[in-house]
Nanobody, 121 residues
Framework: QVQLVESGGGSVQAGDSLRLSCAAS????????MGWFRQAPGKEREFVGA???????NYSNSVNGRFTISRDNSKTTVYLQMNSLRPEDTAVYYC???????????????WGQGTQVTVSS
């Protein structure tokens, strides 16, 4: 019912910024919580942050306040603004949709294909 497509990834240097986008389609999308996750080489997929249907946000401590999630007025696109990027931020970044607010992978019903972010020192 929901299709998610990430974009905006790329290769940058430490200290640079990137903004990722997640375009969504589906009749019930506006009622979903949208989460961002990332998976670095050799590591488990981890929660980055999420935004609720009423625009409440929450973040993992791992991003140290450097990342911001937002949603456009139509709520068809969500964004992940990443500032002061570090090499350890290198990962494939995924957006996902859930009916509940949760940092758990199990709570999300739909996933995007992922977009690669590479940060060089």
């Amino acid at each position: 019912q929901v299709q998610l497509v990430e974009s905006g990834g790329g290769s940058v240097q430490a200290g640079d910024s990137l903004r990722l986008s997640c375009a969504a389609s589906g009749r019930a999308f506006r009622t979903y919580v949208m989460g961002w996750f990332r998976q670095a080489p050799g590591k488990e997929r981890e929660f980055v942050g999420a935004i609720s249907w009423n625009d409440y946000t929450n973040y993992s401590n791992s991003v140290n306040g450097r990342f911001t999630i937002s949603r456009d007025n139509s709520k068809t696109t969500v964004y992940l603004q990443m500032n002061s990027l570090r090499p350890e931020d290198t990962a494939v970044y995924y957006c996902a949709a859930s009916h509940t607010f949760s940092p758990s992978l199990d709570g999300y019903d739909y996933w995007g294909q992922g977009t690669q972010v590479t940060v060089s020192s």
